[in-house]
């Protein structure tokens, strides 16, 4: 071989393995990342108690915070809260200010257009948050009142076409950025009720901070299973996500955190009858 064929030569594999190093690079997963990076991203709801709230402590603290540090112990990294509000819990994954959702997120058909879903971690039924002067004794009587909830949720979908349902005119709808705007408004008399998750009005109520505040039965809407998101194409995070879900129910794990935050007898199901998601 030549000393000019040499060199070409000598050139293209320095090309090819410089080539191969960046596409390693650009290959590197979600997983290794957090790994390596030793620090776990985890979008939290903070106004959601007892799924997400501040402490005496002003400390980020429930349900999902806690699952949150369980899922960094598990990847040996620090856990780093990010107040995420409900409006954007999906845009904060999708432009990578966070890693994982863990934000009491229900699975629905739509968002999985967007993100990627593991199996449910956390289910809720619907109750009716109203005032104690508001004349509501059962989800029926929210008819035509002035009712809200937050924009973009499941929930508030739900409720939106049961309120279409009616077509009572006297009746509106009002859609609110976050729930405490939401808890807020009920308070101030702009709308007479709201539904939502079972565990967070308990702790509403419980918490002092709405006197006014009451529950009034439950509402005609499905159980509401939440998952954990993370990026569409973040496919081995996901499959891991998924293998921590199930560890923490074979372990004992998830109903240990239930009852430490949600309280009651009984964790209840994560899973639809007859359906295996």
Request: charged share 20%; glycine share 10%; hydrophobic share 40%.
């Amino acid at each position: 071989m030549s000393r000019q064929n040499w060199g070409r030569g000598a050139l293209v594999s320095l090309m090819l393995a410089a080539f191969a190093g960046g596409s390693a690079a650009h290959a590197q997963s979600a997983l290794d990342k957090i790994v390596q990076s030793k620090t776990l991203r985890c979008g939290v709801q903070l106004d959601y108690p007892p799924a997400g709230f501040r402490n005496q402590k002003n400390e980020p603290d429930g349900y999902d915070v806690a699952y949150c540090k369980d899922m960094a112990k598990a990847l040996g990294a620090t856990a780093q809260i990010i107040e995420t509000p409900s409006s954007e819990r999906i845009p904060a994954l999708v432009s990578n200010r966070i890693d994982v959702l863990i934000a009491s997120a229900s699975i629905t058909t739509q968002r999985a257009l967007t993100v990627a879903f593991s199996q449910p971690y956390v289910s809720y039924t619907n109750v009716v948050l109203t005032r104690n002067d508001a004349g509501v004794e059962k989800f029926d009587d929210m008819k035509g009142r002035a009712i809200g909830g937050v924009t973009g949720t499941t929930t508030e979908q739900e409720l939106k076409s049961l309120y279409s349902a009616w077509k009572d005119a006297k009746g509106s709808y009002t859609g609110y950025g976050s729930e405490a705007e939401s808890y807020l408004a009920l308070t101030q008399g702009k709308i007479d009720g709201i539904i939502l998750g079972n565990a967070s009005a308990g702790a509403l109520v419980r918490s002092g901070q709405f006197p006014t505040l009451v529950i009034k039965g439950e509402a005609p809407t499905p159980a509401d299973l939440c998952g954990i998101a993370v990026r569409k194409d973040d496919r081995d995070l996901l499959s891991w996500v998924r293998v921590f879900v199930w560890s923490q129910v074979r372990t004992g794990r998830y109903k240990e955190l239930y009852f430490q935050y949600f309280g009651g007898s009984e964790s209840p199901s994560l899973s639809v009858p007859g359906v295996d998601f």
